[in-house]
């Protein structure tokens, strides 16, 4: 009877035993498979960049000779650099109907008109500098969804037509630009990250800066989620204000205590606070202006040309657009605004 007991449970910890390795089998099983098509959905998303890519490498937009059509005298202002913040452009966002605000629709011509107000308030006049910095989310989507995933956007468009309407209307922008305002040199500086334009946004910068190179500007497209750059004796770190992946919380719209020792400890790794320079902390994303001051620099948020969704309508009010600039001469430096 022993010897039978014996058997009968060496056969049920055998049973035990198989059922849990078939269990392992099937989860890693599972997990092999999931990975596997994980890795062909991004291999998939790959080759849709590449192709874009290639694509926009070699496009000629149709507006790349049309000139702006408003006259403006030739007035000469005393400003040696200017910068425009050009933040939160969101090329290609759709705002649905019957939302809390009736929005307006968000298309070339309305893209195209809030372009035109910028460049006529800077129409005839002339800089030693003109620097046009681009703090991300220049396009609102990829493949239905910010670059990050999970987050669902309405539109109306395919990556493709919001690429080419990217490139029609940043080529209309920068040509008429360098025809309307003289300048010594031309700079263009994209940061290298954000969370709706992702790697996405930042192939399409980096494809422009070589439309922009052919044109006479001098461009610099970064691979990092935050960068900086200098004019005389003014240092600049430039973001977006959340990056493509990593960053669980945005900057705030103003400088709080650790956001100002994020920032403090970030110059010090970086060695930035050398020769007595002025810096300044410049980001986009939450599409308002704000200036504050902390220890060390100053904390800018630039207000955005795109502005208002429907989400942010919802939950934050309807944003109006704008945009920012800085004159600087000297050690002077003013922050202005644009918008309606």
């Known amino acids: 009877v022993h010897c039978t007991f014996c058997a009968t449970l060496r056969l049920h910890n055998q049973y035990k035993e198989n059922n849990v390795l078939r269990r392992i089998e099937k989860d890693q099983l599972t997990e092999a498979n999931r990975l596997i098509n994980k890795l062909a959905q991004e291999n998939q998303k790959l080759s849709k960049v590449d192709s874009l890519f290639e694509h926009l490498l070699t496009y000629d937009s149709k507006f790349k000779n049309e000139k702006f059509t408003k006259q403006y005298s030739n007035q000469i202002s005393k400003e040696e650099t200017l910068i425009i913040w050009l933040s939160d452009l ?28 910028i460049l006529s308030t800077f129409a005839g006049q002339s800089y030693h500098n003109i620097i046009i910095v681009d703090l991300g989310d220049s ?41 309307l305002v003289s300048s010594n040199s031309y700079f263009y500086f994209s940061v290298g990250e954000s969370n709706h334009s992702g790697n996405f946004g930042w192939a399409l910068n980096l494809a422009l800066s070589y439309k922009l190179q052919q044109n006479g500007w001098k461009t610099y497209v970064s691979d990092y989620p935050i960068d900086d750059f200098t004019v005389d004796n003014m240092r600049f770190i430039c973001t977006h204000g959340k990056d493509n992946q990593n960053q669980s919380k945005q900057f705030p719209l103003t400088l709080n205590p650790q956001t100002e020792l994020y ?22 994303d939450l599409h308002q202006y704000a200036y504050t001051s902390g220890k060390q620099f100053d904390y800018v948020s630039v207000g955005s040309m795109y502005a208002t969704s429907n989400y942010i309508a919802a939950n934050f009010g309807n944003t109006p657009w704008s945009i920012n600039y800085s004159n600087i001469i000297g050690d002077n430096i003013t922050f202005g605004k644009i918008g309606d």
């Open 263 to 284: 920032f403090a400890n970030y110059i010090a790794e970086k060695k930035l606070n050398h020769n007595n320079e002025k810096i300044y902390v410049v980001k986009g």
């Open 90 to 117: 969101h090329i290609g966002a759709y705002n649905e109907k019957f939302g809390f605000y009736q929005l307006p629709n968000y298309d070339q011509k309305e893209i195209r008109r809030r372009l035109d107000k």
């Open 139 to 179: 396009i609102d989507q990829y493949n239905k969804e910010t670059t990050r995933g999970g987050h669902l956007l309405p539109n109306n468009m395919t990556d493709k037509e919001m690429s080419h309407l990217y490139f029609d209307c940043m080529e209309y922008f920068f040509n008429n630009l360098k025809n």
